[in-house]
């Protein structure tokens, strides 16, 4: 029943969170400016998509006739702007960052909303170490505070769960949900071990990341490399970290991938695993294997939610409590 | 019977599961970094009032329970009877404190609600999201103090207590969000 809906044109922020938004935008720009970042635009239409198990990018068709609009190119709307920003380093490009829109499907919740604000940046020359502390500096500056903390993901899930990501099998992880009493899903795929790896960061670690300060989560699995490097520890881990600030993932950062063989077997892998779940494969070819055949420069790019930002600036629970509209009102 | 996708779920969503409606109490998406898609599900038995707590992964589906939704309204409260009527067939249904839960606050007379029948028994009711009820109790406020972010609880007239802003006044009728129980805004009166 839906017979009371009233005053659905209103924005769900208040106008005065509108204003803290615009002034953390503000201060945001001004960081970027000081550290001589150019800002620059790419398009939010893309003959090109991230190939990720559990992103779900949206479609549109780029229609030519106007009275048959399902004929025409599929295009995608960005999940982030990485491929055309890593397309600009190719390019020459050694600081930049953007403010912009990203899109993923089937996204919606307190902490998602499929339409959503992303700030990117890359800065070439960086290491992870480097790319963290300007992301540390981003998150003190704008969360005021001159503390944030570090933990690798093996430290995070030896103190919240009590058992080594890198070495467990997916057996003793499943162990370990059964034991610490979280609900598990009855479709869990048994012998996944990222699955149960996700599945125990969701419920037991995250939660725990970024309370008494905020924190970045480091050394992820290599099986979780996503686009960037592996480092050849022993185990190898993935340079890839997250910051959080009161359980919410605020942040995603990468010691960028450079070589496109590796990206090119990724992709491949990547598609198996999206068929298994029952998902269209998505096309491997894109500008961006091209501009890193080219030659991509070292660096680390992050991707940060800015309405998250702002929601845990404002100490808010939720996402529509500082976006006009959220997708209900959209 | 119709089905839910994960995607359809919500707070409200009236589900079957083994054989026993359920109400969704919450419904908590949740997505890690580049995890899968996680939906943590607070669900309240209808018939028992026992409350499970059910995790489901994107792509997952539910069975819509077999249940009826009437319009009705409030009529009185009789100790811990609830009374409402079918606005169609005038036929009177009673509802416990524990079935009618916190919304016991937005219950005014002629207040009109849709109401759950399982089986023609009442189980559940859900009052409309925006309410307006008059303040009977509540300390003055501040002169000249117009301020919306510092609050003081509020009476009204069914006995129940929100926060409001300092400028509201005893007699002052005020819009309440039903879903988060939160003061929207003051009426003109």
């Not at chain 2, 359920?22 to 949740?30: D, S, V």
């Not at chain 2, 996680?38 to 409350?51: A, M, Q």
Request: net charge negative.
């Amino acid at each position: 029943m839906t017979g009371f809906q009233q005053d659905d044109f209103l924005p769900t922020a208040s106008l005065e969170m509108l204003r803290l938004r615009a002034s953390l935008l503000e201060r945001l720009r001004a960081f970027f400016s000081r550290h001589e970042f150019l800002e620059v635009e790419t398009p939010l239409l893309s003959a090109d998509t991230v190939i990720d198990r559990h992103l779900d990018p949206l479609s549109v068709t780029l229609f030519e006739d106007p009275r048959i609009s399902e004929v025409g190119r599929q295009m995608w709307l960005q999940t982030s702007p990485e491929f055309a920003m890593k397309r600009l380093l190719a390019a020459g490009a050694e600081r930049i960052y953007q403010v912009t829109r990203a899109f993923r499907g089937a996204e919606r919740g307190a902490h998602h909303n499929p339409e959503f604000t992303m700030v990117e940046w890359y800065r070439v020359g960086d290491s992870m170490e480097t790319g963290m502390a300007l992301l540390s500096e981003l998150a003190g500056e704008m969360l005021a505070t001159d503390r944030v903390s570090q933990i690798s993901y093996r430290e995070a899930f030896l103190r919240h769960v009590g058992i080594d990501p890198h070495a467990a099998s997916a057996s003793e992880l499943e162990a370990a949900a059964t034991n610490l009493g979280i609900a598990i899903p009855s479709d869990m795929p048994c012998g996944d071990r990222d699955e149960w790896l996700n599945l125990l960061l969701a419920t037991l670690v995250e939660p725990k990341l970024g309370v008494a300060a905020p924190e970045i989560l480091y050394d992820y699995p290599a099986s979780q490399a996503a686009l960037a490097q592996v480092r050849n520890d022993n185990p190898p881990v993935a340079e890839r970290f997250e910051l959080y600030v009161n359980g919410v993932e605020l942040a995603n950062g990468y010691h960028e991938l450079l070589d496109p063989s590796v990206l090119r077997e990724r992709n491949q892998r990547t598609n198996l695993l999206r068929q298994a779940d029952g998902k269209l494969p998505l096309r491997g070819d894109s500008r961006l294997l091209e501009a890193m055949e080219h030659g991509l420069p070292s660096c680390v790019g992050v991707a940060l939610g800015f309405d998250r930002l702002v929601m845990v600036a404002a100490g808010a629970n939720c996402l529509s409590k500082v976006m006009a509209f959220p997708i209900d009102r959209a | 019977m119709a089905t839910y996708k994960t995607s359809e779920f919500k707070k409200g969503l009236k589900v079957q599961i083994d054989g026993e409606p359920y109400i969704m109490i919450e419904m908590n998406f949740r997505k890690p970094g580049k995890g899968a898609a996680l939906y943590e599900c607070r669900l309240r038995n209808l018939i028992r009032n026992t409350i499970a707590s059910k995790t489901y992964r994107g792509g997952e589906t539910l069975e819509s329970a077999d249940v009826e939704e009437i319009a009705a309204q409030y009529l009185y409260r009789q100790a811990d009877t609830f009374v409402f009527m079918d606005n169609k067939t005038f036929e009177q249904y009673e509802l416990s404190a524990e079935q009618v839960g916190d919304d016991w606050k937005y219950l005014k007379e002629g207040l009109p609600i849709s109401m759950v029948l399982y089986n023609n028994n009442p189980i559940a009711i859900s009052p409309p999201n925006h309410v307006e009820l008059l303040v009977t109790e509540c300390e003055p406020g501040a002169k000249g103090d117009t301020a919306t972010n510092v609050t003081k609880p509020a009476k009204v007239e069914t006995g129940g207590e929100f926060a409001v802003p300092i400028f509201i006044k005893e007699g002052n009728v005020i819009r309440i969000d039903t879903r988060t129980g939160s003061y929207i805004e003051r009426v003109n009166n």
